[in-house]
């Protein structure tokens, strides 16, 4: 079956510390998001492609870097300028023909 | 830039009893998308409905339909013969044409189903 995989499921980082959270989807879908989840919030835009070799910052973008060089890859790092890194993570992607979103499970950052 | 609201941070509602979740928007577009999506527990994502702004039918799936009032930028949702499992927290999202198509989210509201 198609989906999204996000892994890992629970992270942990210590200061200073990049981190990469990992997103692939076996969907061939041309666009890919990350979105960060807060307690009481709802989902913010951090990056986002719609094509390999290309990304926009999206509205929490400080302190988050991506690459897209795969189009079923879209990793995310959390870098040591982030410094509230505590959240929860979702990818997602959506295809050619704009559709809904599909989600991936997650992932938990957490500081040690 | 657009903006989604929900204003009822919780909502309970009796199993079979039927339930409206509020959400308004803002946008100066014309053409847009809007969602509902459900969170449970398990925090996986689930695309509840979704209406196009050009289509003046509301949109429904089963038990699941929408009050889209464009003038208003009204977006609700209302959940027939509830059941136990439509526990979840519920965003209202927005899709933004001008960043890619991404999603722009209210805070959620909180549905709690008693039995």
């Known amino acids: 079956d198609g989906g999204i995989t996000q892994s890992p499921k629970y992270l942990f980082r210590k200061e200073g510390q990049n981190v990469t959270l990992s997103c692939e989807q076996n969907l061939n879908h041309d666009a890919m998001y990350w979105y960060r989840q807060d307690p009481g919030q709802g989902l913010r835009l951090i990056y986002y492609s719609q094509i390999v070799n290309d990304f926009q910052k999206g509205d929490i973008a400080e302190g988050y870097s991506v690459s897209r060089e795969k189009k079923e890859s879209f990793p995310l790092t959390v870098t040591s300028a982030q410094k509230n890194p505590t959240a929860f993570y979702l990818c997602?992607?959506?295809?050619?023909?704009?559709?809904?979103?599909?989600f991936g499970d997650g992932t938990r950052l957490s500081i040690l | 830039a657009q903006t989604v609201t929900q204003s009822q941070p919780e909502m309970s509602v009796q199993e079979a009893e039927t339930v409206t979740l509020s959400c308004t928007y803002d946008?100066?577009?014309?053409?847009?998308?809007l969602f509902w999506y459900k969170q449970p527990p398990s925090r996986q994502m689930i695309l509840v409905i979704r209406?196009?702004?050009?289509?003046?039918q509301n949109a429904t799936e089963n038990r699941f339909s929408v009050n889209f009032q464009k003038a208003a930028k009204s977006f609700s949702l209302k959940i027939s013969d509830s059941q136990l499992g439509d526990a979840a927290m519920y965003f209202c999202?927005?899709?933004?044409?001008?960043?890619?198509?991404?999603?722009?989210f209210g805070k959620g509201t909180s549905l709690l189903v008693t039995p």
């Open positions: 946008t100066s577009e014309s053409d847009y998308y």
């Open positions: 999202a927005y899709r933004v044409p001008n960043s890619g198509y991404a999603l722009n």
């Open positions: 997602a992607s959506v295809n050619s023909r704009r559709e809904s979103q599909h």
């Open positions: 209406q196009e702004a050009y289509k003046q």
